[in-house]
């Protein structure tokens, strides 16, 4: 979502105490600051809600049991016992799930 052309323009808006209210709630909540929330929405985005801690330990956990996975695979590799492509392929969701966990927490969701 970044652009490579510099903003040379400031714009000047006027709210209500409700609207700031209501505007600096979303920008902190997403965590952003207040120029990058209101680009994001310029641009059709509406920027998702800053994940919280669990979201970061969920990750972590879920790239441990993958390392696990990858010495189990290497083990069984090695002793014969053990369907490869069937291993790939979990090997493949698990990343696939990992990728639609953060895809949905960390990326903007369109208007």
Do not use: C, W
């Not at 990728?99 to 960390?106: A, F, Q, S």
Request: hydrophobic content about 35%.
């Amino acid at each position: 979502m970044k652009s490579n052309r510099k903003r040379k323009h400031g714009v000047l808006i006027y709210l209500n105490d409700d609207e700031l209210l209501q505007l600096d709630k979303a920008v902190k909540e997403s965590g952003y600051n207040r120029s990058v929330y209101i680009r994001s929405l310029l641009l059709g985005y509406v920027p998702q809600y800053k994940p919280t801690e669990d979201f970061y330990e969920m990750i972590v956990q879920l790239r441990r049991i993958g390392t696990n996975l990858n010495q189990i695979a290497l083990v069984a590799n090695r002793t014969g016992s053990i369907d490869i492509l069937r291993y790939k392929k979990d090997i493949e969701s698990l990343n696939q799930s990992i990728l639609e966990i953060r895809k949905k927490v960390l990326l903007p969701s369109e208007v």
